[in-house]
DNA sequence: GTCGACATGTAACCAGTTACATGATTAA
DNA sequence: TTAATCATGTAACTGGTTACATGTCGAC
């Protein structure tokens, strides 16, 4: 009654999609190096909390796409790993082909106290958008540095395409910022 | 116990804080306006369900930071109208030239399936991005109409600001898209 | 002897979404 | 008469966050 294939309309959500990715990328892994993994890759584009990552999982298991096994260790504590099924597999394709519900994600606490402006200090409002500036400055030499390492990867090549937006997300927070701070400077 | 002055901390969510806003911005109002109101100007950098927003409005009032009345109307049903109270005020304007805390906000579904790319086949691929463009260019579209508009009223600037970054946003998309687009053509 | 990495979880909470419910008035 | 606008809310749910809890082992 609550396989995967009697199911009319199966809804997982975003981050059990992602982990299953990560399942289906990495092959058998146990939470605690999903979570690791994350960090690293998709971090950049989707994050979990680990208490999140834990929940996830069994009910993966629960709903058929994923199996779990116990793994003895002799040096560390055991751990319950993880690998993705074939239904799965399949979920997870189906997802990936299905288009993207664009909604203009209107949800930046930043872009909402610049819209109020009116009612900020002179100082505050410069504070802030040269807060940003810093901040996009700080990614973007951060994304810098991880662009040079992967940019011949072929392997990497999609967390390079993705990177890639990064770089020029934080670039046009930079020439925006920098275009409205010139322009205050010039408005009494 | 409850009240502004007593409490330490005073959290307020985004929401409760984008309403205060647009009392302290538009006067007194009712949530039936505020929801009006938000769709057509700050709900482009922060928005709220209706419901949130009834939700939301006495517990306002609770805490002080505004005040409510009824106004009974002939011809249209009666409503409860809401102030910001002096209280409300500071707390909003505090909240203002508060630095924002930036996270990096890795919450892109889009971008999470570019991520895993590689399991996709080439027409979901050409797909997604084809349709992100698109996507990109009707708000384009939008927000240059509304740019031609508001870019020389004085008492738009803030709106006119923030515009401009949505607007930068979208162009960026485009040319990222593009760009992908193309090396995707040559490669195998 | 204590710090950091490995390892897994529970519990409480919260902001926000969707769906449901109701009802008046007015313009087409 | 039917649809749209005005007007206000409740209820159920959910995805996700933070804080708490516990313990091993190896390196320094």
Redesign the pocket.
């Known amino acids: 009654m609550e396989t995967a294939q009697e199911q009319q309309t199966i ?1 997982l ?4 999609l992602s982990v299953l990715g990560l399942l289906s990328a990495f092959g058998e892994r ?4 999903l979570k ?1 993994h994350a960090e690293a890759g998709v971090g950049y584009v989707w ?6 990552i ?2 996830v ?2 009910r993966l298991v629960e709903d058929g796409y994923a199996t779990s096994r116990r793994v003895e ?9 993880y690998r993705i099924t074939d239904a799965g597999e399949e979920v997870f394709r189906a997802w990936l082909e299905e288009p993207v519900e664009e909604r203009p994600d209107a949800r930046s606490t930043f872009l909402l106290k610049i819209f109020f402006g009116r009612h900020m200090s002179r100082e505050a409002l410069v504070g802030h958008l040269e807060r940003k500036r810093e901040w996009a400055l700080t990614y973007l030499d951060e994304y810098r540095g991880i662009e040079e390492e992967i940019r011949d990867e072929e392997s990497s090549y999609f967390g390079y395409v993705t990177l890639r937006w990064g770089i020029a997300h934080a670039e046009t927070w930079i020439r925006w910022a920098d275009e409205i701070l010139r322009e205050l400077e010039k408005r009494p």
């Open positions: 809804t959500s975003t981050t059990e146990s939470g605690y190096d690791k994050t979990a909390a680990k208490s999140q834990y929940a999982l069994p260790q002799s040096s560390r504590p055991d751990k319950q790993v």
